[in-house]
């Protein structure tokens, strides 16, 4: 097994009201080294979990997370190998600690190094990310969004982790300021050899960077692929949506339909989860849930839905 | 700015607003006519949201209107007068509906309390005419979701109650601050063709500010860029992103990742001056690959240089290279 | 929302029965009782007529067995004799009660209407100049000694000025609504001394927060007049630290204050308590205690219900 990060058949359940609610529903995916997957999905699509499953911070209800095909033992042992960067730079850092502190922080629970080597980490790691050495001492609301998105990232690579998660790492900056950390990230990746799992609703950002891409719907992988190829030609009907949604600059004024997005807690359908807002949708996607399988020709493009082969119009 | 024979709705000359000492919006200047919508579009500290609660008289103390004229209608309308612009004339709606709206009163009352403002509504008249409009945004299901608080709705849905209450006022003009950043994807692009709906149907003037450049340039036939306080270039939003007269709308367009270009975009280096850090001179100079000592000396003023157009920059003719 | 009343219900009573026991057990670890009393007050009493009379009472009984025979009487609805007053409890109490509660409420409905408009002022000027006079003002009532306090206004208004009366509910001078609310004056005005500045300061702080939430600026934005923002939309978002204060209060209503009873001559259960308690006279300090256990109760239920019906996001019948 050659993958880095395996996730097999996961599951996570919760009671929710009237009846169990599977956030993360049969999810397998796998990461190899240097890659840089990007799992895309809306509010409620079940990312977020899958996530905090990889990083152990749930309990799968069935499934596994496998790390270089070994089962990692408990939390703090994946901590040293995998490492999450959070969305929000303002909620994610205490804001009364000190940037230095913040990042000596892992150092400090793993108790690695003497007091002098994380010192001499932390000033290396405040390098790396570009932070100003000196300005390490204030307290981490005194910097702007994108100074402790970098905190927060030189705070993820203490530990050295081969793996990082991005949960949406640019959604809460600016413009500009999203393109300084992308470079950054990529930069890092490079010296570095990292792999990531990047977690993002802006296609626009995932489309820039990702080697390969997952599409999450109702807790399920609807469509995997390479960048170009999901970009390219996208298999699922959902896919299509998300790209079609995707504000375009100089296009114009644009139209695309009125009617209110369905309800979260829409009634839950047997068979596939999209049907309900599928334009495509037949009896046969409401009786039987399509699976992740692989389109004709490609195998590693592989899409749940039943019209799989069908190219876009 | 807009090529238009009737006069303009709004026209906004030189707003300034100051906090204690600091300058948030200097100089800020332009028209808005009835059906046409103006896009603000700028990065945190731009002062895209202070000069639009300004038109308002909704800064927040120790904020303060520090200078400008506002003409609407074409009658001047003084700092204390542009409190009774609001909701009948201009109604504004906010980034985020789950706090913009109040936990503890039903859409329906909040929707029907605008009525009741400005309409003249009372009682059940009032009840049944929100439930009009809460037709009318797409509420799927209007009668039973008029009872639901806002915490029981989806975003989506949420953002649609919030336009309802603010056209309910009966204005001429939306301010649209940011109105889906909060939302998915998917959501956003209907509440954008929801907006350009009632746009059409009730012939408002649209004020949709954001700091996103892609999703401004849908809706937008006109477009602000705002930077540190100030307008720095103005005009017809195709003609802005096809040959921009700013380095910093340049780079801004350079910045954002392109459908199709699958590469990391072009970083803007350096950071948006604090408000204590706004130095005479061109604000973007730190930033400018195109700075020269002369841009340090003086403000560049917004100057009309044709076409519909305007911008603050002395090189502005040498910037789509 | 019927279940949770329920399950407050049971183990409201589970609580009282457990106080029940508490307070019967502390009484009863007191030195003393109320026979040893009659001895000290009245010399002729023989050993032997004070065993008979313990006897009598039950007194010379283990405590445990004393107090199921008391937790019998009472489920069957019987609440024992006073011995200090001769008198069956409840007549005892019930009296002293209505004075309390009448007293209590002037006071706690005066420094709501009080502290209401005070701390909204304090809220909106917040850090001005007025502000900082409420918070003088509130900082002084909070910290001036009741006793003091309710001296000195006798002092002034019953004395010297003799405008109003120093003691007593009214019913001696007989008992019409202007005697009655002429002895309510001073009392009343001691307690909201106290009270007001600390309803005040609530209501400024939760307000405060509150005005700088966006729902705030929606309804301006919308046009609403600055009072309307405050008094429709701000203020019922606020209540909830006051709704929790008078909850507290609540227990305070049944029990009554001490020092203001004792000054204003006001027959209450503060001193009836005190009295009981001192006196050994176990059915009267238990029941009157027991009373207020369930006003506290019974107001932190009416405070978790008030909480939903303020703000609908609270739920209690999850799952």
Redesign the interface.
Same mark, same amino acid.
């Given at each position: 097994m050659s993958a880095l990060l395996a996730v097999e058949r996961l599951v996570k359940e919760f009671?929710g009201?009237g009846g169990p609610v599977r956030a993360v529903d049969d999810v397998s995916l796998a990461v190899e080294p240097g890659e840089v997957v990007a799992l895309v999905g809306?509010?409620g699509c079940g990312k977020t979990t899958l996530a905090r499953l990889i990083l152990a911070l749930e309990a799968p209800t069935s499934g596994r997370v496998l790390l270089a095909g070994t089962a990692p033992a408990g939390r703090k042992r994946t901590a040293r190998r995998i490492q999450l960067v959070f969305q929000d730079p303002f909620g994610s850092l205490n804001p009364r600690l000190s940037a230095a502190r913040i990042i000596a922080e892992p150092l400090a629970i793993h108790r690695l190094g003497t007091r002098r080597e994380r010192g001499e980490r932390v000033a290396a790691l405040a390098a790396a990310v570009g932070l100003d050495p000196a300005q390490l001492g204030r307290r981490a609301r005194a910097f $702007?969004?994108?100074q402790r998105q970098r905190i927060a990232i030189a705070r993820a690579l203490a530990l050295d982790p081969e793996i990082l998660i991005l949960d949406e790492p640019l959604s809460a900056l600016?413009?500009?300021?999203?393109?300084?950390v992308?470079?950054l990230l990529?930069a890092l990746r490079e010296r570095r050899r990292l792999t990531y799992l990047f977690i993002s609703?802006?296609?626009?950002?995932v489309?820039?960077?990702a080697t390969r891409v997952a599409v999450m719907y109702a807790g399920r992988i609807v469509e995997e692929a390479s960048?170009?190829a999901l970009?390219d030609d996208p298999r699922h009907p959902y896919t299509r949506?998300?790209l079609? $949604?995707? !504000?375009?600059?100089?296009?114009?004024?644009?139209?695309?339909?009125?009617? !209110?997005?369905p !309800?979260?807690d829409a009634p839950r359908w047997t068979g596939c989860a999209f049907a309900p807002r599928c334009a495509r949708a037949v009896d046969r996607c409401r009786a039987e849930t399509p699976a992740l399988a692989s389109v004709a020709g490609t195998p590693a493009h592989r899409a749940a839905c039943h019209f799989r082969d069908e190219a876009a119009a | 700015m807009t090529a238009d024979t009737d006069q303009p709705l709004l026209e906004v000359r030189g707003l300034a607003v100051r906090f204690g000492a600091l300058t948030a919006v200097d100089d800020v200047s332009y028209r808005l006519a009835a059906g046409r919508t103006l896009g603000v579009v700028g990065e945190s500290g731009s002062g895209k949201t202070v000069s639009a609660l300004a038109l308002l008289d909704l800064v927040p103390p120790p904020g303060r209107i520090a200078a400008g004229a506002v003409r609407w209608q074409g009658r001047d309308v003084d700092a204390p007068a542009r409190h009774a612009l609001r909701g009948r004339h201009v109604a504004m709606i906010f980034q985020d509906p789950l706090s913009a709206l109040n936990p503890a009163l039903t859409i329906g009352a909040q929707v029907a309390e605008s009525l009741i403002l400005h309409q003249g509504l009372a009682g059940a008249a009032a009840r049944e005419a929100a439930l009009g409009w809460l037709e009318r945004v797409g509420l799927p299901e209007a009668r039973r979701q008029a009872a639901f608080y806002p915490h029981e709705l989806s975003g989506g849905l949420r953002q649609r109650a919030t336009i309802a209450i603010a056209l309910a006022c009966g204005p001429a003009m939306l301010i649209a601050d940011e109105p889906t950043t909060a939302l998915d994807v998917t959501v956003q692009a209907r509440i954008l063709d929801l907006l350009l709906d009632l746009q059409a149907e009730l012939g408002l003037a649209l004020q949709f500010i954001s700091h996103n450049l892609a999703v401004v340039s849908e809706i937008a036939d006109d477009i602000a860029v705002m930077y540190a306080g100030t307008i720095v270039e103005i005009g017809p939003a195709q003609r802005l992103f096809a040959a921009p007269h700013h380095p910093y709308t340049r780079a801004l367009l350079a910045a954002l990742p392109r459908p199709g270009q699958r590469r990391p975009p072009e970083p803007i280096a350096g950071m948006v001056p604090t408000l204590a850090e706004r130095a005479a001179g061109c604000l973007y100079a730190d930033r400018c690959p195109l700075v020269l000592p002369a841009c340090r000396l003086a403000r560049p003023r917004l100057t009309d240089i044709g076409d519909g157009r305007s911008t603050a920059c002395i090189r502005q003719g040498e910037v789509a290279a | 929302m019927m279940r949770f009343i329920a399950r407050r219900t049971v183990q409201a009573l589970i609580v009282l029965a457990l106080m029940s026991v508490a307070i019967y057990g502390l009484i009863g670890l007191m030195p003393g009782d109320p026979i040893d009393e009659m001895i000290a007050n009245d010399p002729r009493l023989t050993t032997a007529d004070a065993q008979r009379l313990k006897a009598v009472y039950g007194l010379d009984r283990p405590l445990p067995e004393r107090y199921l025979a008391w937790a019998e009487h009472a489920l069957a609805g019987e609440f024992g004799y006073s011995r200090l007053y001769n008198a069956p409890v409840l007549d005892v109490i019930v009296p002293r009660l209505a004075n309390t509660v009448g007293l209590m409420t002037t006071s706690l409905a005066l420094a709501l209407i009080v502290a209401l408009p005070l701390g909204v002022l304090a809220a909106r000027r917040a850090n001005g100049w007025l502000d900082g006079a409420i918070n003088l003002g509130c900082f002084a009532g909070i910290s001036v000694p009741t006793f003091w306090l309710g001296l000195m206004l006798m002092v002034v208004f019953a004395v010297r000025l003799r405008w109003l009366p120093a003691g007593g509910t009214g019913v001696a001078e007989g008992g019409t609504v202007i005697e009655r609310a002429r002895h309510l004056i001073l009392p009343v005005a001691t307690l909201a001394v106290v009270t007001v500045p600390v309803y005040t300061r609530h209501v400024r702080a939760a307000l405060i927060e509150i005005l700088g939430l966006d729902f705030v600026q929606t309804a301006r934005a919308k046009g609403a007049s600055e009072a309307r923002v405050i008094w429709r939309h701000a203020l019922p978002n606020a209540l909830m630290p006051v709704v929790t204060l008078l909850a507290l209060e609540l227990g305070g209503l049944f029990s009554g204050a001490l020092v203001t009873e004792q000054i204003f001559a006001w027959p209450g259960m503060g001193k009836l308590i005190f009295d009981a308690i001192m006196g050994n006279d176990y059915n009267l300090a238990l029941m009157a205690l027991l009373f207020a256990t369930a006003a506290t109760l019974v107001g932190n239920l009416a405070a978790d219900l008030a909480y939903a019906r303020l703000d609908p996001r609270v739920r209690y019948d999850r799952r």
């Open positions: 009671r009201r809306e509010s $702007s969004g994108g600016d413009v500009s300021v999203q393109a300084q992308l470079q990529l609703h802006d296609l626009a950002v489309e820039a960077v960048r170009d970009f949506l998300l079609a $949604s995707i !504000p375009r600059l100089g296009a114009g004024k644009r139209r695309h339909d009125t009617a !209110p997005e !309800p979260r | - | -």
